[in-house]
């Protein structure tokens, strides 16, 4: 057990939704990485929030969005969904980054199917 | 794009040692080496990591060649709950680095 949850585990929703997945880091964690891992894609970096703030980006597509609230648990905003989109979102916790040596945890994961 | 180059498999007799190779040619002197693994479709496993200097913990030992442009992790004594995807990555320790993951190597551990 990493000690970071997502939540749902299990996501079935249709082309055109929105849907919202929720990540807690481990405890003192301030930072949080999002990740999404298709099958033709692989495991592909998304956002990544600190302390409430966003600190870089990847291959995240417009219709997709999201925050860290102030306590420190983060949300993705998927929107306008399609088929494509349907995959392993995965996100993972640090602690202070640039301090040390920074190593990622990761939770279980969601995995969502848009039909 | 990965920096790194891994055999897509490998086949592992339990009980013995499985010896993953990792070719980083290109890792830059500030560049650490990391290694997570993928069981099915579960979250990424952080495993170990290591700069220049050889590295054991708990679950492996990572070897790292001197001129730091290949590297082997070392699982001591394989069980099939080790068959996974094993990512090396290599990255600098900054507060903005995500990890690019290649395509691995699929480890199967067979009794």
């Known amino acids: 057990d990493s000690g970071v949850t997502q939540t749902p585990k299990h996501l079935i929703t249709a082309t055109g939704q929105r849907v919202t997945l929720r990540c807690s880091p481990r405890?003192?964690?301030?930072?949080v990485y999002w990740y999404q891992q298709s099958l033709d894609q692989g495991l592909q970096f998304l956002i990544q929030?600190?302390?409430?703030?966003?600190?870089a980006k990847g291959n995240i597509l417009e219709r997709f969005s999201a925050q860290q609230f102030p306590d420190l648990h983060s949300e993705l905003n998927l929107s306008s969904l399609e088929l494509g989109d349907s995959a392993l979102y995965f996100c993972?916790?640090?602690?202070?980054?640039?301090?040390?040596?920074?190593?990622?945890?990761f939770g279980p994961g969601t995995r969502l199917l848009v039909l | 794009d990965a920096k790194t180059t891994q055999p897509p498999s490998m086949d592992c007799a339990e009980g013995r040692a499985a010896n993953l190779p990792c070719n980083h040619s290109?890792?830059?002197?500030?560049?650490?080496v990391y290694w997570y693994r993928q069981i099915h479709s579960q979250g990424p496993q952080y495993i170990i990591h290591?700069?220049?200097n050889n590295e054991t913990n708990e679950m492996a030992s990572l070897i790292i060649t001197e001129d730091r442009k290949s590297s082997t992790l070392i699982l001591p004594h394989a069980t099939l709950r080790d068959t996974a995807v094993y990512y090396c990555?290599?990255?600098?320790?900054?507060?903005?680095?995500?990890?690019?993951f290649g395509k691995g190597t699929r480890l199967s551990v067979i009794a």
């Open positions: 290109t890792i830059s002197g500030n560049e650490y």
């Open positions: 290591g700069l220049k």
């Open positions: 993972a916790s640090t602690s202070s980054p640039g301090h040390g040596q920074e190593t990622q945890y």
């Open positions: 990555i290599v990255r600098v320790n900054s507060g903005n680095t995500p990890l690019v």
């Open positions: 929030y600190y302390n409430g703030e966003e600190r």
């Open positions: 405890s003192g964690d301030l930072s």
